[in-house]
């Protein structure tokens, strides 16, 4: 792989990542990106560990066979549940100077900064709050604090069934939000910690009160890129340059391009890909 280029491959279950993607081209428009969604097997959030890495692992492969020296895991869960085992079992046994990064790392250190009473909360997928990666992650870098957490195993499938902004999704979020505060009222931080939720924004600010602030992590994760990137100029060196994105995904092209012409408002053009 030294001496090409390539773009910065984005990877998440679905269209969650998105999300994350919006923010990294308006933070870092300079290089290229190639965006896989792996829709034919989402919902990741209520599949088990061993699931979860294989899909995560077969997902991040197929990206660096398609030229992307550095992945970005813009999924909790995959995070949460593959991140490890890639960069420990998988990278030392592929290409040199491969990497993979991960969402959840970034957005706990960025808590630090936003939370005053210590006292967060976190909403995710079955599986990222089984996981208690957030809560550890968080009780490492800011001893002291509290986690608070509530999965939320509707709310991924509604944004994958393209009923974010349905009367199914209001219910859900209200009821996830109402267990998740309940819980503490001096929880003064909100993470919403599933790139997915930033999809239900709107629902979220009518039900959370104002003096709790939400953290969506597209612009923590953007910048966390942004300063990975400054410290390792090898990798910066190696990815290609010129502001293109393009998307690929397991499932129906068609089906994809309907729903993330509404998530990214803009037309995209997209490859169907089986691995
Ligand atoms: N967007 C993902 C996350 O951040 C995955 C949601 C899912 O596939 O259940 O966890």
New binding site residues.
């Given amino acids: 792989m030294t001496g090409t280029s390539g773009p910065i491959g984005v990877f998440?279950?679905?269209y969650?990542?998105l999300t994350v993607l919006g923010e990294l081209r308006r933070r870092l428009p300079e290089y290229d990106y190639l965006y896989l969604g792996d829709n034919a097997r989402?919902?990741?959030?209520s599949r088990s560990f061993d699931v979860v890495y294989n899909f995560t692992r077969r997902s991040v492969r197929y990206l660096f066979d398609r030229g992307c020296p550095l992945v970005i895991l813009a999924?909790?869960?995959a995070s949460a549940k593959a991140l490890r085992s890639i960069q420990q079992k998988d990278l030392p046994g592929w290409e040199d100077g491969l990497r993979v990064l991960g969402v959840i790392r970034p957005t706990a250190e960025a808590i630090g900064s936003i939370s005053r009473s210590g006292k967060v909360g976190i909403l995710?997928?079955p599986g990222?709050v089984s996981s208690r990666s957030y809560d550890m992650e968080i009780a490492k870098l800011h001893p002291g604090f509290a986690t608070y957490s509530t999965a939320c195993p509707m709310l991924?499938p509604i944004v994958e069934c393209g009923e974010a902004s349905g009367p199914g999704a209001d219910y859900f979020v209200r009821k996830y939000t109402g267990a998740l505060l309940g819980q503490d009222p001096d929880i003064d931080t909100l993470v919403l910690g599933?790139?997915?939720y930033p999809l239900l924004l709107p629902k979220f600010r009518e039900v959370v009160p104002e003096s709790v602030q939400i953290v969506s992590q597209g612009e923590i994760v953007a910048d966390s890129l942004a300063d990975y990137l400054k410290r390792h100029p090898e990798m910066e060196s190696r990815l290609r340059r010129g502001g293109e994105c393009k998307y690929l995904t397991t499932e129906d092209p068609t089906k994809f391009t309907d729903l993330a012409r509404i998530f990214l408002n803009e037309s995209v053009d997209v490859e169907h890909v089986d691995f």
């Fill in positions: 998440d279950s679905g969650g990542g989402a919902p990741y959030g999924c909790n869960t995710g997928t990222t991924a599933c790139t997915h």
